[in-house]
């Protein structure tokens, strides 16, 4: 099956820096969408993305589907941004399912 | 609007009782029903999914079975569990995948077994 690789697992910041996370996928995919999970397991929607450039406030997403890859800035962070950010895909042939990346964990301090 | 709800949000059972996890959605018709679990860790295992009433597809040969009474509710059901079963459970919904559509999760359901 497709794979799903998330980079760094780990990332932690000084509040106000900017972060790229990355997500990187082993086929073809027709959904690709960017969560984060805060501390107390809330998973929330950040972006449907499955090519091109989004950007919303200081969250934006870009994903270049031929070469298989996604990455998520994060600019000016803030300690409400901490939790963990997962990547999900959905392979090509409509399978209806999303397949997770292990997620980037984000801890940023005041 | 779309709303999702799961209960209970939290349970404490002793290995060898059943499960009962329950998802209901609100505000959409013939949605896809998901069941994810997240054990220690971070990642997400997708373990059953639906695309309508009495469709249901397993992911991970396991201890839990899933089913879909309604077109809204999503069950998610073990008739003895085990340690292993522990993990935070999500449910989740979207219209079709593959025409654009997008996940919304429940806010989880937390299960320990001892």
């Known amino acids: 099956g497709i794979q799903v690789e998330q980079s760094p697992p780990d990332l932690i910041l000084q509040e106000g820096a900017n972060s790229t996370l990355r997500c990187n996928f082993s086929d073809s995919v027709n959904n690709l969408q960017w969560f984060h999970q805060n501390p107390w397991g809330q998973l929330i929607n950040l972006f449907y993305?499955?090519?091109g450039t989004k950007q919303n406030g200081r969250l934006s997403a870009t994903t270049v589907a031929t070469e298989r890859y996604s990455l998520l800035y994060i600019s000016s962070s803030q300690t409400t941004d901490s939790g963990v950010y997962f990547c999900a895909v959905e392979p090509g042939g409509g399978s209806e399912k999303l397949v997770f990346g292990k997620g980037t964990k984000l801890t940023v301090n005041p | 609007s779309q709303t999702i709800h799961q209960w209970p949000a939290t349970l404490v059972q002793p290995v060898g009782s059943p499960l009962s996890l329950e998802c209901t959605v609100e505000?959409?018709?013939?949605?896809?029903l998901y069941w994810y679990r997240q054990a220690a860790g971070r990642g997400l295992q997708l373990l059953f999914y639906?695309?309508?009433?009495?469709?249901i597809s397993s992911e991970v040969p396991q201890n839990l079975s899933a089913s879909r009474p309604q077109d809204r509710q999503f069950i998610l059901s073990s008739k003895k569990l085990l340690l292993s079963d522990s993990g935070f459970y999500l449910c989740a919904w979207s219209v079709s995948l593959a025409g654009g559509g997008e996940l919304f999760f429940g806010e989880g359901s937390r299960l320990t077994v001892l």
């Open positions: 505000g959409t018709s013939n949605p896809n």
């Open positions: 639906s695309v309508g009433i009495g469709q």
């Open positions: 993305i499955p090519s």
